[in-house]
């Protein structure tokens, strides 16, 4: 969740407090509940049960906001507001970055806050958009304005365009090409200990690369995006079959170290491990 914990003439302090299990859901998910009332009801009862938290991120909110069927947005709705919440970085690097600059000596842990909490988002939100004097809702987040979404997505859509173009002049280059086939069949890890953001993300990037006839449309890009810091840093992840099997196959780490992650395909076995997640 997040709260308001200070309010002076010199501004306002917010915190964010999460609450384990820490849950990934894709937009596949979203669009589930929509259809199956049964499986929402499912989900919010098991999330309420063992207390979990839906982490969300700059990316996931703008996916949810293009949502039009009225349908589908009182569904996401109802999850939204039906369990508690937290917003991570969607992006790897700055996450990486953080880590670097917060790692105490020793590793494992931070000062300060958390790597993986994304405190733009929050500031912007939280301290210029919502009003800390009337009870906020994370559903709210969804009902930004068009031209918003528009100038959100322009630059995603720029970001992309630019890790495209990175990826394209390695598959060009020979050498860089068998430097990225290289590791990826080696998939050694540069770090001994949690947070993997670093080894998640390039073993990512090598696997991109490697399969010289991938295509990667903006989609693709999200997916992937929405699959480093989740994995990272979550418990239980919903991520799309591709990326799925990406971590089962690719990363040479598993849970705890990392989230278990699960598809469209393991809802029954996603659902036994939220509902036991504290045994």
Known sequence: MIRYTT????????????????????????????????LRQRFIESGTKVNATIMYSVVTIIELSQINDPKQI?????????????FSDANPSHVISKEKK???????????????????????FFLNVSNPLNPFRVSDLIRITD??????????????????????TARAHAEALARAKKRHA???????????TQDIYRFAIDFVVANETMKMPSKE?????????PVAYFDLVLLDKRWCHFIHTNCPLSYPDIAKVFSQNELDDFFSALINFWG
């Open 147 to 168: 031209d918003q979404i528009r100038t959100k997505f322009r630059r995603l859509g720029e970001s992309f365009d630019g890790l495209n173009s990175i990826i394209l």
């Open 7 to 38: 309010a002076t003439d010199q501004g306002i302090e917010i915190e964010q407090i999460t609450n384990q299990p820490c849950l990934y859901v894709d937009q596949w998910m979203w669009g589930l509940f929509a259809k199956d009332s049964e």
């Open 102 to 124: 917060l790692e105490v000596p020793g590793g494992g842990a931070f000062y300060g806050t958390n790597p993986a909490t994304d405190l733009r988002f929050m500031e912007n």
């Open 186 to 196: 080696l998939k050694e890890l540069t770090r001994e200990r949690f947070p993997y």
């Open 74 to 86: 009182q569904a996401t709705v109802d999850v939204m507001d039906s369990i508690d919440y937290g």
């Open 221 to 229: 890009w999200r997916d992937l995006l929405n699959t480093v810091v």
